[in-house]
């Protein structure tokens, strides 16, 4: 696994050894002993999620204020544009976003850590992604920030896409007045 810092250094991509030939491919997807060895993250999953989406669909910008979860986020059929959003204020680079196309093809994966609002948004006809998190659910605690808030300017690759969002993330907050981290 090669693994490269993005802008934020806490959010980390991750490209898999894969060994393929004629009959197929193989990667392993996740080792504990070497994602630690090569992020300096020492992390317990706990959760496992898996979603579909059809082409055009945005979700985001969702976090937990409390039970933050940081996530491995990788595609497995299609292909996104993912977006992670620094959330906390001690950080140096607080209300700064990254972004990474995630594609089946690509296997790439992206490291989000607890802190950060996550999204996405469906490029192929259809994704679907499988995200490892470090805490479990929790509806009670989840907030959504507007995806489109003109104060993060977020450079989605919506031309030529028919968005279709949930009504939570219509209406999500906005970025001024989100719930952050310490």
Do not use: C
Not at 13 to 34: I, K, N, T, Y
Not at 69 to 81: A, D, P, S, Y
Not at 119 to 138: I, N, P, Q, R, V
């Amino acid at each position: 696994m090669v693994v490269i810092e993005t802008e934020i250094p806490d959010v980390k991509v991750l490209h898999p050894r894969v060994f393929g030939d004629a009959r197929g491919f193989f990667f392993e997807s996740f080792s504990q002993r070497d994602f630690r060895k090569l992020t300096g993250v020492d992390v317990d999953f706990v959760q496992d999620n898996h979603s579909k989406s059809q082409r055009g669909v945005l979700r985001g910008l969702h976090y937990q204020i409390q039970q933050p979860q940081g996530k491995l986020v990788r595609v497995t059929h299609g292909e996104v544009f993912d977006v992670a959003l620094d959330l906390r204020r001690s950080s140096a680079t607080f209300g700064r976003w990254v972004s990474q196309i995630l594609s089946a093809e690509n296997r790439v994966q992206l490291w989000i850590p607890p802190g950060f609002a996550h999204g996405f948004l469906t490029l192929s006809e259809a994704a679907e992604l499988l995200y490892k998190s470090t805490d479990y659910y929790a509806p009670e605690h989840e907030r959504t920030i507007r995806w489109n808030d003109p104060g993060l300017a977020i450079d989605w690759p919506t031309a030529g896409l028919d968005l279709q969002l949930s009504e939570k993330d219509e209406n999500g907050t906005a970025y001024a007045a989100a719930d952050t981290f310490d």
